[in-house]
């Protein structure tokens, strides 16, 4: 199994920036993807950011050229740098970790406020 513990929500306002961090422990496998999902209120969960351990990102449209994620070289960290932030950017950031069998795993979320 494996448990992940997010950092770094808070309150910020619009045009600010904020970093959130995730650390996975368990049995985790050499390779992975690793990435931040997020949930407004009363919206689906969607896919923000994510980053394989040898490096491919891949990024929701809506926060391309706003929003880096990055490892450690443990390969067991994820961080996403969030830039220029929005109020529809409020939401709930979970952080995920997807095994090579497809086990997936969620943190339990750290929540993101931005004020206009």
């Known amino acids: 199994q494996v448990q992940l513990v997010e950092s770094g929500g808070g309150l910020v306002q619009a045009g600010g920036s904020l970093s959130l961090s995730c650390t996975a422990s368990?049995?985790?496998?050499?390779?992975?993807?690793m990435g931040w999902y997020r949930q407004a209120p009363g919206k689906q969960r969607e896919l923000t950011a994510t980053?394989?351990?040898?490096?491919?990102?891949n990024y929701a449209d809506s926060v391309k050229g706003r929003f880096t994620i990055s490892r450690g070289n443990a390969k067991n960290t994820v961080a996403l740098e969030m830039n220029n932030l929005k109020p529809e950017d409020t939401a709930v950031y979970y952080c995920?970790?997807?095994?090579?069998?497809?086990?997936?795993?969620w943190g339990k979320g750290t929540l993101v406020t931005v004020s206009s």
């Open positions: 995920n970790l997807i095994d090579p069998y497809g086990a997936t795993y």
């Open positions: 368990g049995i985790i496998f050499s390779r992975n993807t």
């Open positions: 980053i394989t351990t040898g490096g491919s990102t």
